[in-house]
């Protein structure tokens, strides 16, 4: 059998990629603008609907950025950033120079618990620091509780920003994540359900915050015959050859998604009858995940395994397996921050493992995934 590295998630191209790259180089459109850029925040905003305007970018964290700028968000200011999350949801808060405050999650999608949310608004208010801005995060793809989340930051007036870097296509009661905030983010890293090598999107609710994003993603410069600039700017904006593999990639989007889905219910079935193991997966139909990354969670004590055993068993198998998100509040460099909730990402940092989740896992893939999982569990390893 071929012992070929398996890869959590590796890029999935399409085919038609190279016709968009092909028109940037006959065109000589290789700097960051250009009909494909154009084309491809076109295809996502009537990809997404409800009327969003996008503006095409750098990375996810880019787009985070000038979320939080577009959101008055300045130096000591406090924003709300969901803590089980990747490091990128985080760390624009500190480009800003505002004080990140951490909110654990909830047991039914892993995201922001609302609750705490709450709590964490009205202990802040009490101390005469009213949060900026809210980051939740649909991790793994699935969608936050987004009628109480919207509802707690429409209560107090504080901006949403929706980082859906890995939830493109997911929806909540048949909206796509990423369209309920303020600003949403859209991730096209080379391990997301489409790719266009690195990049991103911010999600804008108006043409007018979508031109303010695209002004200072360009680096600020002013309408003059000179280069003049009243303003910090970035150089955050999309390349016209990277957006033309962004529009390759759009044509296989659902496709990508419906293999996704499939890993995960291949998944299921794996462990369907092994004691103590759980794949993640949507509470009930108001949720539809893409499921960008399959999990899963032990109970060690049941499975009578643990997940770093499991994830070094697939290892020698040449199968790529990962822990989960380490929370925000345990990271190092945000040590001493605070924190809102229980223990509970902790508790999932400690028991769980994303699983191979790529679009492009061929059946002889799938078959040594299951062959591993039944040694690892029938005790061979």
């Keep these: 059998m071929n012992n070929s590295k398996i890869w959590l998630s590796s890029p ?6 190279q016709k968009y ?9 290789v700097a960051p603008l250009g009909p494909n850029v154009n084309g491809f925040e076109q295809d996502l905003e009537t990809y997404l609907g409800n009327n969003v305007k996008v503006a095409a970018l750098s990375a ?3 787009a985070i950025h000038l979320a939080l700028i577009l959101s008055g968000v300045q130096r000591d200011d406090v924003v709300l950033c969901q803590s089980f999350t990747f490091s990128a949801s985080a760390n624009p808060i500190a ?6 405050v951490f909110i654990d999650s909830e047991k039914e999608t892993w995201n922001m618990c609302p609750v705490a949310l709450e709590e964490a608004i009205q202990e802040n208010i009490a101390n005469g620091k009213k949060p900026k801005a809210i980051i939740v995060v649909h991790l793994y793809g699935m969608p936050a509780k987004m009628d109480e989340i919207v509802a707690v930051a429409k209560k107090y007036d504080i901006k949403l920003i929706e980082d859906a870097a890995e939830a493109l296509g997911s929806t909540y009661k048949g909206q796509k ?8 983010i859209l991730s096209f890293n080379g391990n997301k359900i489409i790719t ?5 999107a911010l999600v804008c609710k108006t043409d007018t915050d979508k031109q303010r994003a695209i002004f200072l993603a360009t680096q600020a410069r002013d309408e003059a015959p000179h280069y003049q600039h009243s303003q910090i700017g970035y150089n955050y904006r ?3 050859i990277v957006a033309g593999i962004g529009r ?4 296989v989007l659902d496709e990508h998604i419906g293999l996704r889905r499939a890993n995960n219910k291949m998944y299921q079935e794996i462990f369907a009858t092994i004691e103590g193991v759980t794949v993640f997966t949507e509470p009930n139909t108001n949720y539809f995940s893409n499921h960008w990354l399959s999990c899963m969670v032990m109970d060690e004590k049941k499975a009578g395994v643990t997940a770093n055993q499991i994830r070094l068993a697939l290892l020698e198998s040449n199968i790529e397996s990962r822990p989960l998100w380490k929370p925000m509040h345990l990271q190092p460099v945000f040590k001493g921050t605070a924190h809102y909730g229980t223990n509970f990402s902790e508790t999932l940092f400690q028991t769980g493992l994303c699983l191979p989740s790529g679009s492009n896992l061929t059946s002889e893939d799938k078959t040594r995934i299951k062959v591993a999982f039944e040694n690892i569990f029938n005790g061979k390893q």
């Design 12 to 17: 999935h191209m399409g085919g038609t990629e």
């Design 21 to 29: 790259v092909q028109q940037a180089f006959d065109a000589n459109w």
């Design 60 to 62: 996810g964290t880019a």
């Design 95 to 100: 480009y800003q120079g505002a004080i990140p």
């Design 177 to 184: 994540c990423g369209t309920f905030g303020d600003f949403g």
């Design 196 to 200: 266009t090598s690195g990049g991103g």
């Design 238 to 240: 999309m390349s016209n």
């Design 248 to 251: 390759g990639q759009m044509e």
